[in-house]
T-cell receptor, first 109, second 113 residues
């Protein structure tokens, strides 16, 4: 059974701080990794994709991948109250996307 | 910016009725997907569609479900005889490459009574 695990949170950070979200996956064949943001009652919104080991930066977001440890993370710098949402990690290995349950992030003003 | 659209936003139906959920994927995308999310649970893959045929489906996607691309823009999910447990958010997604970045529509909330 292919699984993606995330701490459900909530993770609370003050405005302006760095939020760190983590994810592990069980399928060593996974090759593509994605972070989605989901506001309550809304659909998942793609934030980042990462395919190779290391860091990938896009604005305030940095995704990190370590395939040896089967670990993916998302850093959000200068967190804003509008970043408060559930963050979904998803993995694929030329197979259907498997989503984690998500980590709820709360940014306190 | 192009986006995936879905209609209706909310559908209420009685158990045993048929429903059709509609999606318009992003125009230059070739891969289309349906997912569902039961309240408080994970997003779950249902089916993928490419080149006018199903490329992969999950265990959830049983004989009660079918998909169709009736014309060059629409992509539909039909549930033949709805059950109470089919109540969920149904999301359509599309992408340019298989299992590559996928962009989700706003979803249809299906309520089966």
């Amino acid at each position: 059974q292919k699984e993606v695990e995330q701490n459900s949170g909530p993770l609370s950070v003050p405005e302006g701080a760095i939020a760190s979200l983590n994810c592990t996956y069980s399928d060593r064949g996974s090759q593509s990794f994605f972070w989605y943001r989901q506001y309550s009652g809304k659909s998942p919104e793609l934030i980042m994709s990462i395919y190779s080991n290391g860091d990938k930066e896009d604005g305030r977001f940095t995704a990190q991948l370590n395939k040896a440890s089967q670990y993916v993370s998302l850093l959000i710098r200068d967190s804003q109250p509008s970043d408060s949402a559930t963050y979904l990690c998803a993995a694929s290995g030329n197979t259907p996307l498997v989503f984690g349950k998500g980590t709820r992030l709360s940014v306190i003003a | 910016e192009p986006e995936v659209t879905q209609t209706p936003s909310h559908q209420v139906t009685q158990m045993g009725q048929e429903v059709i959920l509609r999606c318009v994927p992003i125009s230059n995308h070739l891969y289309f997907y349906w997912y569902r999310q039961i309240l408080g649970q994970k997003v779950e893959f249902l089916v993928s569609f490419y080149n006018n045929e199903i490329s992969e489906k999950s265990e959830i996607f049983d004989d009660q479900f079918s998909v169709e691309r009736p014309d060059g823009s629409n992509f539909t999910l039909k549930i033949r005889s709805t059950k109470l447990e089919d109540s969920a958010m149904y999301f359509c997604a599309s992408g340019t490459g298989v299992w590559d970045e996928q962009y989700f529509g706003p979803g249809t909330r299906l309520t089966v009574t």
